[in-house]
């Protein structure tokens, strides 16, 4: 099947059409997350004493995981700029980055959840660890998501480049701005759970 | 190559702030100011990754009014949940 407007603009949305599907799919994506933040807000504005979360939670740990998955943000826009440049070697190198810093915040993710459980901090334990957990997890599931995409792109997927550069090419961006969307997320969650 | 000095600009910005909400949550400040310093920072650098890395900035209205309508949508939402817990409802 030949899926139209891949590179070329479609003259009625101004968009090609992965363009406009990937943003309606994150509008759908802010209210799923909308709905958690806004439980949170419901939750925690209710309570009529609440944990200090900076002292069960690790600060350090997701201010690192922060610093990573902001790099990670900065690695796929690079490897993006690559394939507008033609270099797909460079590509190549940016495209790995992202996936490595990827697997690093869901290692630092991992070993945060395994401290946790191990002081039998569970999400039954507490509104608040309910929502950390459940909102983390849901975070840390769309971190995997973009990973195996980005996965994808870096390895079998990357033999488009040669018949469909363009085309490829409209492939990162889409993927990328998904990737900076769950970016997004986690500056959002990093001060709600961690610091305030 | 093209941008490149410019996405660098933004990860320098974005560090900086990250260090910032860290430093302004050591500050022994009330809660309403923590919180709203907090979210401030937060949606600044959330604006920066969005304007910049997605290319929303100069996209087309296409992309913009969906996205106008779940900012509505998402303010409806919060704003239920204030009011209930404000007893308005």
């Known amino acids: 099947v030949d899926i139209p407007y891949t590179t070329e603009i479609r003259p009625d949305t101004g968009l090609t059409n992965p363009k406009l599907g990937i943003w309606l799919f994150l509008a759908s994506e802010v209210m799923l997350f909308g709905s958690l933040f806004s439980s949170y807000a419901l939750l925690r504005s209710g309570a009529p004493a609440w944990p200090d979360q900076s002292a069960v939670l690790s600060v350090p740990l997701a201010t690192l995981n922060t610093l990573i998955l902001i790099s990670s943000s900065v690695t796929m826009v690079l490897a993006w700029v690559q394939l507008k440049a033609g270099s797909v070697a460079r590509y190549r190198v940016f495209m790995a980055l992202t996936l490595l810093l990827g697997a690093g915040f869901i290692a630092v993710k991992a070993v945060e959840y395994a401290d946790k459980l191990s002081h039998g901090l569970v999400p039954a334990t507490n509104n608040f660890l309910g929502l950390y957990f459940a909102m983390t997890g849901l975070h840390a599931l769309h971190v995997a998501g973009g990973m195996v995409v980005n996965a994808y792109l870096l390895g079998p997927g990357l033999r488009m480049w040669r018949a469909e550069p363009a085309r490829f090419t409209n492939r990162v961006e889409v993927a990328g701005i998904y990737w900076h969307f769950v970016d997004v997320v986690w500056i959002f969650l990093f001060p709600v759970l961690y610091l305030l | ?89």
Do not use: N
Not at chain 2, 31 to 59: C, D, Q, S, T, Y
């Open chain 2, 1 to 89: 190559v093209i941008g490149v000095r410019r996405y660098l600009a933004i990860f320098g910005a974005l560090l900086g702030l990250t260090a910032a909400t860290v430093a302004v949550s050591l500050l022994p400040l009330p809660a309403a100011p923590a919180v709203a310093l907090g979210l401030a920072i937060a949606a600044a650098k959330a604006a920066l990754v969005v304007m910049f890395f997605m290319h929303l900035k100069g996209e087309r209205p296409m992309v913009l009014w969906p996205l106008a309508l779940t900012a509505v949508l998402c303010a409806a939402l919060f704003a239920l949940i204030l009011w209930t817990e404000a007893d308005h409802i």
